[in-house]
């Protein structure tokens, strides 16, 4: 069973930057396919970032290419999410999400098996 804990949500002004990390415990972190999904009040989870098990491959939701990036240190068995020029449309629950069976990085919620309790982002204008 892994574990996953989020952190680093917060209140921040349009403009300004956030990192999200992501510790997992329980499994072999660094065979896992992570990424960053979040949740809109009103609206369906979606997909904001992935990244392979070595780190050597990415993937974005077009809505976020150019502001975030996502990393991983498998020595620490975290991911992050470096969050830049943040837009009010930002503002959500952010969830880390490990998928354990597939080797490439997947956007659909329903391909990972383990999450995290998501962390608070909100972008005031």
């Known amino acids: 069973q892994v574990h996953l804990v989020e952190s680093g949500g917060g209140l921040v002004q349009a403009g300004d930057s956030l990192r999200l990390s992501c510790v997992a415990s329980?499994?072999?972190?660094?065979?896992?396919?992570m990424g960053w999904f979040r949740q809109a009040p009103g609206k369906e989870r979606e997909f904001v970032a992935g990244?392979?098990?070595?780190?050597?491959?990415?993937d974005y939701a077009s809505s976020v290419k150019g502001r975030f990036t996502i990393s991983r240190d498998n020595g620490k068995k975290t991911v992050y999410l470096q969050m830049n020029s943040l837009k009010p449309e930002d503002t959500a629950v952010y969830y880390c999400?490990?998928?354990?069976?597939?080797?490439?990085?997947?956007?659909?919620?329903?391909?990972?098996?383990?999450w995290g309790q998501g962390t608070q982002v909100t972008v005031a204008s």
């Open positions: 999400a490990a998928d354990n069976s597939r080797p490439v990085i997947r956007r659909r919620g329903d391909d990972y098996e383990y």
């Open positions: 990244i392979s098990w070595s780190g050597g491959s990415t």
């Open positions: 329980g499994g072999p972190f660094s065979l896992y396919t």
